[in-house]
């Protein structure tokens, strides 16, 4: 009872108690994964490829920023709005909408691996995978396969993981001269997240 009181009266114990992310939060995260907006017939706008890239950057901010209550309000509906957003761009816009995609699937990878929903997360990193497969994106690829490393070492699947970075880094060592800037250091991470399996 004294921790609640604290956090009605003390003023630093009431914004950490805000900043937390409760189970009906990570449940809203779950039930966001379980929806497959894509299926459903649509006769509205397309969802803008900028707007998504926008609301995911903020939660990508959030996320470093330890602002975890604002990527679990915000995050179900950036999932629900990313996959149309993949299905209804056009082809010139079909990168970068997979990419949003991609980054948003791993945002709820890492929130789901943080309150120990292990299953679920790696399901989210699977997704981010296959998205990125989809998409033929050596940059999504190689975040993917991180997020999807990780899920795995959280449920005792360590080899597995270490397996999937080492295909990744064979798959995009011959682009790594010829893009470096963006690919030379998420090669040398994929190297790092093997270290630390």
Same mark, same amino acid.
């Given at each position: 009872?004294?921790?609640?009181?604290?956090?009605?009266? +003390?003023?630093?114990?009431?914004?950490?108690?805000?900043?937390?992310? +409760?189970?009906?939060?990570? #449940?809203?995260?779950?039930?966001?994964?379980?929806?497959?907006?894509?299926?459903?017939?649509?006769?509205?706008?397309?969802?803008?490829?900028?707007?998504? #890239?926008? @609301?995911?950057?903020?939660? !990508?901010?959030?996320?470093?920023?330890?602002?975890? $209550?604002?990527?679990?309000q915000y995050l179900?509906?950036l999932l629900d709005?990313? #996959?149309?957003?993949? @299905?209804?761009?056009?082809?010139?816009?079909?990168?970068?909408?997979?990419?949003?995609?991609?980054?948003?699937?791993?945002?709820?990878?890492?929130?789901?691996?943080?309150?120990?929903?292990? !299953?679920?997360?790696?399901?989210?990193? !699977?997704?981010?995978?296959?998205?990125?497969?989809?998409?033929?994106?050596?940059?999504?690829?190689?975040?993917?396969?991180?997020?999807?490393?990780?899920?795995?070492?959280?449920? @005792?699947?360590?080899?597995?993981?270490? $397996?999937?970075?080492?295909n990744m880094a064979?798959?995009?060592?011959?682009?790594? %001269?010829? %893009?470096?800037?963006?690919?030379?250091?998420?090669?040398?991470?994929?190297?790092?997240?093997?270290?630390?399996?």
């Amino acid at each position: 009872i004294f921790g609640w009181v604290s956090a009605l009266i +003390d003023g630093e114990a009431a914004e950490r108690a805000a900043a937390c992310v +409760d189970d009906a939060e990570v #449940q809203a995260i779950r039930a966001a994964l379980g929806r497959y907006p894509g299926l459903a017939a649509r006769d509205g706008e397309p969802i803008s490829v900028a707007v998504v #890239q926008r @609301q995911a950057a903020y939660l !990508d901010h959030a996320w470093l920023a330890s602002r975890f $209550a604002v990527v679990a309000q915000y995050l179900p509906k950036l999932l629900d709005d990313a #996959q149309i957003a993949v @299905q209804t761009a056009p082809e010139a816009e079909r990168v970068d909408t997979y990419r949003v995609l991609v980054t948003t699937y791993r945002l709820a990878s890492s929130m789901l691996l943080k309150f120990e929903a292990h !299953d679920i997360a790696w399901l989210a990193a !699977d997704r981010a995978l296959h998205t990125a497969l989809a998409a033929d994106d050596t940059w999504s690829l190689a975040r993917a396969t991180r997020s999807v490393a990780r899920a795995m070492t959280s449920s @005792q699947h360590g080899f597995a993981a270490i $397996a999937a970075l080492l295909n990744m880094a064979d798959r995009m060592r011959t682009e790594v %001269n010829g %893009n470096e800037v963006h690919l030379l250091s998420l090669y040398g991470m994929l190297y790092l997240a093997r270290s630390e399996e």
